[in-house]
């Protein structure tokens, strides 16, 4: 551990959460724990019964949302007491005691679902028509979007059976690339030894140094052609997995499977991929851009991380940075800054680096308890600044989620959860380009923009397609194989860089190491989400009342509706390609302002 970063002990109270909207005490949580672990029995009440009448149901699934109440208040203020330090055995013990009981919680509540899809198709809508249970219309509604994918009772035991042999391509890949790989070590810029690994080659990759990139990306990619072949066979096995499932269940696809909770349509998907690849020659653009401002006869995949400008000096206090933040948020209205403003100031976030916490940051929200951060925050890191607003826009989003919607549906699902928060960092953008006359540090955040829009639309929509290529090959009976896999790989790379762009050899085997593709059709998601907060930024910014109430109707929704619908209501239709074209053109926008202004600067 560094020097001088503290114990959890030894940091004062007012910098750590407060978890106390949770329970006050370990002491308080045992009391429910107990409780929990007696409740759940009552399961068996209803087991056998739910096609008996609407009451029946209902009373089900009342009971159900207690149950799940009561385990998200103990799981996550167990989860978090883990994250403040990942040594402390006592709240590794809590964790995993709530674990066992929510996995019997968890096996005596099976049925339920199974029973509910069992009723009759024509006695099911009498009981959606129901009073009784009138709460509950979309619960089931959604339930029963899956009765021609659910199985016989025989042939879905045979599918859980399968639960863990399925995981083995995802947990192989993890294994090998985590733990079994070494990548040597490498000499840093300033002449210190630093063991290459998958955390520090990200650092690599943004040094100003071009040989230490150049040299970081080769020796890191090594590694990987020593095990294409493993690699490929573990990849082949995910995808073959999801085919399997898919077609098990009666699907037309792996991706109709995918995108199937979320009632999403195929074209959506479609679109984003089309839609990119229309504004692709704005990104050659940048890149050529990029090659220009760095001086370099001709660009790689390595000077593609690495700040054009680099000398930004930055040292901004936690108070400062909430002040920062809250300010940009200003479009959103008092009522937003204010509770945000009294989370932040208060004890919502557990602020900084302590010996044993967890690394990154996030935002976990609940239905009855305050929407907590995790931050490692470093005052002298501008980006964490960033993660700050990040964090603080998923949890307004829950905050707003949970003081509106009943539990049952309050949690926002993941194709909306990467709006709110990168809302929020648009925003935060606006404010500091509109406050700042330092040439410099505009040209910084211009690049930052850029680089974010790039990093998750662009380079997040060519993972999709690939996902997408890989499944269709598979479903279509071609083999996948180590020249399959990079040559599909190498043909998106080439479109998606430009003929411009010097391709490496090496960066085909790029398609071995993202962790996304061995749980696929995920990562168009980010994308999506991107877009949406996008386009909803500038309708908010250039608006009025009236696209604000619509994004606060949207905050407000958790998972009330569909997530198009929620996003349609909001103001943006992402059936359409239009975000995702408004997305790029402001990608465009900002290329054209960074080349004015680095032309003014030099």
Known sequence: MSAGVPTRAEVPPQDCWDLSSLYDSVDAWEVDFAKFEKDIEGYQTFAGKLG??????????????????????????????????????????LAARFQSVAVRASQLASYIRPEILAIDATRFESFLNA???????????????????????????????????????????????????????LTDENGNDVELTNSTFSQFLISQNRDVRKAAFHQYYE??????????????????????????????????????????????????IQSVRKNLPAVHAFYDFRRRSMNLDSIHHYDTYTPIISDIEHNMSWDS???????????????????????????????????GKQSGAFSCGTFSGDPYILMNYKSTVLNDVFTLTHEAG??????????????QYYNYTIFVAEVASTFNEQLLTHHLLQSSTDKRFKAYLLNHEIDSIRATIVRQTMFAEFEKLTHE?????????????????????????GKDFVIDDALTLECFRIPHFYRAFYVYKYATGLSAAIALSRR????????????????????????????????????SPEPVDTALGYFNDLVKQLDDLMQDID
């Not at 083995?168 to 990548?183: I, P, V, W």
């Not at 479903?475 to 860089?497: C, H, I, N, Q």
Request: aromatic share 10%; net charge negative.
């Open 52 to 93: 008996d009448s609407p009451e029946t149901l209902a009373d089900c699934l009342r009971f159900d949302i207690e149950i799940d109440k009561i385990a998200e208040r103990l799981g996550t203020y167990a989860f978090l007491r883990t994250t403040e330090d990942q040594a402390d055995s006592a709240a590794q013990a």
């Open 131 to 185: 009073e009784p249970l009138a709460d509950f219309r979309l619960v089931l509604d959604r339930i029963a979007r899956f009765r021609e994918h659910t199985l016989t009772d025989n042939e879905e035991k045979l599918i859980a059976l399968q639960g863990e042999m399925a995981q083995t391509a995802s947990n192989a890949f993890r294994a090998l690339n985590d733990a079994d790989m070494k990548f040597g070590e």
């Open 223 to 272: 590694q990987f052609e020593a095990h294409e072949n493993t690699l490929a066979a573990t990849l082949a096995g995910s995808i073959h997995g999801d085919v399997y499932s898919a077609r098990a269940r009666n699907y037309a696809s792996s991706l109709a499977a995918a995108l199937m909770p979320d009632n999403v349509p195929a074209s959506v998907y479609d679109n984003l």
């Open 321 to 355: 940075a909430v002040e920062t933040v809250v300010e940009s948020l200003a479009p959103l209205g008092h009522d937003y800054q204010n509770v945000l403003a009294s989370g932040l100031k208060g004890r919502w976030c557990d602020r900084y680096p302590n010996q």
């Open 394 to 407: 998923h949890s307004m989003h829950s905050y707003y989620s949970a003081s509106t919607q009943p539990f």
């Open 473 to 497: 090959a598979a479903e279509a009976g071609e083999p996948l194989t180590v020249e399959s896999f990079k040559t599909m790989y190498r043909s998106l790379l080439d479109a998606y860089f």
């Open 540 to 575: 908010v910014l250039t608006g009025g009342k009236s696209e604000l109430d619509d994004y606060f109707t949207f905050l407000k929704g958790g998972c009330s509706k569909d997530p198009l619908d929620l996003l349609k209501d909001a103001g943006v239709d992402m059936s």
